[in-house]
């Protein structure tokens, strides 16, 4: 039973589109990530907060955006989005002292 | 810096044998955490083990256990009595601190296991 949920988890758009990657988790958790993934790759980091209105930007430099201002709720942004876009995006929580990072089960962005 | 390197594209094991996972670290820290998840193809990371870097005993969870070694800096993951929904690709993956702070997970690239009849 999955905590924190990611929608859509597919998406197929054109070049130029606007795309917001919807992530919610319902354990209270302050901190939030974003990370990206290419197929049979390795997960980056490119994303993260640490609670309401803290952002910061991750190892991987990347031209999409986030917000926090909620803490269950942390959408990311592409303004405009272009093939090299193409990539699945996890977004992952975790609570305060604790270890494990709990991750949704991700948005498969397709970008022609 | 950390870097996580997992040296097997690609492993095969047949249904009810023991399979190694191979994963080095590499850091400068005294203390951090590790982990290994499991990514079906359906894409989620699922959590399997942790293993801090004082933790003395290695870290078991079922069929999954963590073969720890500091001085060599590894963590192998050990999955025993295979079953096909092992099937999937493992990441190995390291965070600052074992007490919460840090926040950054590293992960290696991955070693794709098929669990074969």
């Known amino acids: 039973e999955a905590d924190i949920y990611q929608t859509p988890r597919y998406l197929v758009i054109g070049t130029g589109k606007k795309i917001t990657l919807e992530c919610s988790q319902t354990m209270g958790h302050d901190k939030m990530y974003w990370y990206q993934q290419d197929p049979g790759m390795e997960l980056h980091l490119i994303h993260y907060?640490?609670?309401?209105?803290?952002?910061e930007k991750g190892d991987l430099s990347s031209e999409s955006t986030v917000s926090r201002i909620r803490t269950e709720h942390f959408p990311l942004t592409l303004e405009s989005a272009r093939p090299s876009h193409t990539s699945q995006y996890l977004c992952?929580?975790?609570?305060?002292?604790?270890?494990?990072?709990?991750f949704g089960a991700g948005s498969r962005l397709t970008v022609l | 810096a950390q870097k996580i390197t997992q040296t097997q594209p690609g492993m095969f094991v047949q249904e009810k044998e023991a399979v190694t996972l191979d994963c080095t670290y590499d850091t400068s820290d005294q203390s951090y955490g590790l982990f290994w998840y499991k990514q079906p193809s359906s894409g989620e990371m699922i959590f399997l083990i942790y293993?801090?870097?004082?933790?003395?005993q290695n870290a078991t969870e079922g069929r999954y256990s963590l073969n720890f070694q500091k001085a060599r800096k590894s963590a192998n993951l050990v999955i025993s009595a295979s079953q096909l929904g092992d099937s999937a690709m493992y990441f190995c993956a390291m965070r600052p601190s074992v007490t919460g702070g840090g926040n950054k997970l590293t992960f290696g690239t991955g070693t794709q296991l098929k669990v074969e009849l």
């Open positions: 992952a929580s975790r609570g305060d002292g604790a270890n494990v990072l709990t």
């Open positions: 293993q801090g870097s004082y933790d003395e």
């Open positions: 907060s640490y609670g309401v209105n803290s952002t």
